[in-house]
């Protein structure tokens, strides 16, 4: 496997994926994906394209097994990195199943530098790319994971 491509979230046009997804002859689009509805953009996407598409996340069943302490900070700006490096460590093993030759993930900001050395570290090229938040997201509340 010559590489991997990682993008936090999604833009709010295709345009810059589809480029990047010929470009790179991408086989297999990933997505931290766990709690989005069905069939959500990136999802939609690979269908359109007819590209396989996996989520690399954790389960909701999977998450409830491991505690996440930033749900109880003062601070809404903490992140647990014990949840964040245990969800990583699993998207490492599924990305590396999944992709036949080119793959691009799709994560959220936080993951793309942390992630992309996971990889680089077992011998992948990474090609990180990142997209502002506030320009493709309203960050109105603390995204979450539902676990009940």
Known sequence: MSFKRILPWIPPSTQRLRELIQDHKVDT???????????ACVEALADELDIRWVNVDLTVEQRRLVPDSALTSVYDTFQDLTLHAQRENAW?????????????????????????????????????????????????????????
């Open 92 to 148: 490492v093993v599924k990305v590396s199943e999944a992709v036949a030759t080119s793959g691009l993930l799709i994560c959220g900001a936080c993951h793309v530098l942390s992630f992309g050395e996971k990889l680089r570290g077992l011998g992948f090229e990474v090609e990180a790319h990142i997209y502002s938040p506030n320009r493709i997201y309203d960050w109105g509340g603390r995204p979450r994971v539902s676990t009940k």
């Open 29 to 39: 689009i990933l997505e931290e994906a766990t709690g989005l509805p069905p069939k």
